[in-house]
Nanobody, 124 residues
């Protein structure tokens, strides 16, 4: 089992920044990737960003490319999502996920473990 705990959400004005953290514990050895997804009210959960734990390669949704940066601290089993130039449409609950498969990082069902989510609200 892997436990994931997100933190760092909050309320910010448009154009502002937030940094989310996801601390992983438990049987994390062998995890292929860590990712962030988000879900806005009335919408499906969508992929935001992913990082491959071993290689460090990253992937982003087009909607956040150039504004968000995913990174990791392997020693602390923690993944971060730096969010800059935030827009009201970024408002959602952000979830951290562990698992993933090569070439299928955007697919929700490939992730075995999920955090409880953290609310991000961007006011206009």
């Amino acid at each position: 089992q892997v436990q994931l705990v997100e933190s760092g959400g909050g309320l910010v004005q448009a154009g502002g920044s937030l940094r989310l953290s996801c601390a992983a514990s438990g049987r994390t050895f062998g995890t292929y990737a860590m990712s962030w997804f988000r879900q806005a009210p009335g919408k499906e959960r969508e992929f935001v960003a992913a990082i491959v734990i071993g290689a460090g390669s990253t992937k982003y949704a087009d909607s956040v490319k150039g504004r968000f940066t995913i990174s990791r601290d392997n020693a602390k089993n923690t993944v971060f999502l730096q969010m800059n130039s935030l827009k009201p449409e970024d408002t959602a609950v952000y979830y951290c996920a562990a698992g993933g498969k090569p070439f299928l990082l955007r697919t929700l069902r490939n992730y075995d473990y999920w955090g409880q989510g953290t609310q991000v609200t961007v006011s206009s």
